[in-house]
Structures are given as C-alpha cells and as structure tokens.
T-cell receptor, first 110, second 114 residues
Framework: LAKTTQPISMDSYEGQEVNITCSHN???????ITWYQQFPSQGPRFIIQ???TKVTNEVASLFIPADRKSSTLSLPRVSLSDTAVYYC???????????FGKGTRLSVIA | EAQVTQNPRYLITVTGKKLTVTCSQN?????MSWYRQDPGLGLRQIYY???????DKGDVPEGYKVSRKEKRNFPLILESPSPNQTSLYFC?????????????FGPGTRLTVT
C-alpha cells in the first residue's frame, strides 16, 4: 500500500476555500485516492474518491495531477462544522482494508 | 435508514472478563471490518470479513476474535481483555455507490479495561 504524507494541521477562516494536499510518491497503477473526514469520537465518513484528473461531488473536489504522485482535496467555503480530521488513503479500489495515516486536523475559525 | 450499529457504545470492564462488542449493518454489505483508534496511532484494522464465514486478520489482530455467521452481523470478541485494549473501536461495512467504493463506519464503542 502506498504511503501518504499530509500536513499535520491547518487553520482556515469561515467562508474560505481550503486545499489539503496529500503526497503519495509510490502510488501504484491500480491505486485509487480516497479521502475521509472524521469528527471527534465519530467514525470516519467518506468524502470523495478518484483515480486521475478532477472529481467533484456535492461536498468537495479532488484534484489529481497527471503523475498521480499527489492529490489535493478542495473544500469550498468552509464553515465551523468542517472542523475535523481529514485522511488521505491510497490503495486498490474494492472491498479492501483501509490504511489510515495520521490525517490533517483542520480548524475553521469564525 | 441505512446504518451500521454497534453495542455497547461505552463499556468499562476489568482485566480478563470476556466481552463481545456487536456490530450489525442493514445494507446487505458483504465486506465488514473492525478498527481501533488510539491517540497518536490513528485507525488500525483488527479483522475483516469478505463474506459469511470468511474472516482474515488485519494489522493488529492479537487478543481479538471475530465471527461472521450471518451477513449482517460481525461481532468482535475479547476473550481476556487487557488494559492495552482500552481504545475506541469502530465497525465498518463496505459498498459501491456511483462506481466508488466506500466504507461506512459505525458510531464507535469506547472500551476501558481496568
């Protein structure tokens, strides 16, 4: 499984766009990139998944450059309720075990 | 409502007293797994199951047992709990939506072993 590197923490003001970058230099051909969000004392929640280029859903966008060695989760106009830990995971798509790293603790300030 | 449920949500027990944490999902998912989360260590997988009667070890299986006799249930068994198993435990089931694979996590069980 590819190892991922993310910033430990980030701060943002309400209403701003937040971009969290994840580095995964040894990503394999069959690997997908998935992001999860976790609030304190709750289970992680799926945000978005992608393989290449750009993926967008109702809550976030995922940007993946052509070499796929990194990815960026973009959260538009964050609010206080977006304060959470965000995890970047890389692995084959399917019903496979997830390997969570340390994640990025995002703090949104009013 | 589609969900993964865990019981109990909180448990304080003593060393050596066998306990079971139940996990149930109502989404007919084939894949289920157990994780533990500890400060500074993140989430680590304990056991997983690809289908009924099919289970396998994750990263930290020592001291735990699981069973998968029915598709919807995946209990976690601690035969002789020890203080180092004090942790926050999550059960998850996996499904496909819009061509993406998602793991859906339960609310968690906070276990304290004294």
């Amino acid at each position: 499984l590819a190892k991922t590197t993310q910033p430990i923490s980030m701060d943002s003001y309400e209403g701003q766009e937040v971009n969290i970058t994840c580095s995964h230099n040894n990503i394999a051909t069959n690997d997908y990139i998935t992001w999860y969000q976790q609030f304190p004392s709750q289970g992680p929640r799926f945000i978005i998944q992608g393989y290449k280029t750009k993926v967008t859903n109702e809550v976030a966008s995922l940007f993946i450059p052509a070499d796929r060695k990194s990815s960026t989760l973009s959260l538009p106009r964050v609010s206080l309720s977006d304060t959470a830990v965000y995890y970047c995971l890389v692995g084959e798509r399917g019903h496979t075990p997830l390997v969570f790293g340390k994640g990025t603790r995002l703090s949104v300030i009013a | 409502e589609a969900q993964v449920t865990q019981n109990p949500r909180y448990l304080i027990t003593v060393t050596g007293k066998k306990l079971t944490v139940t996990c149930s999902q109502n989404m007919n998912h084939e894949y289920m797994s157990w994780y533990r989360q500890d400060p500074g260590l993140g989430l680590r997988q304990i056991y997983y199951s690809m289908n009924v009667e099919v289970t396998d070890k994750g990263d930290v299986p020592e001291g735990y047992k699981v069973s998968r006799k029915e598709k919807r249930n995946f209990p976690l068994i601690l035969e002789s709990p020890s203080p180092n198993q004090t942790s926050l435990y999550f059960c998850a089931s996996s499904f496909v939506r819009d061509n993406t694979y998602e793991q859906y996590f339960g609310p968690g069980t906070r276990l304290t072993v004294t």
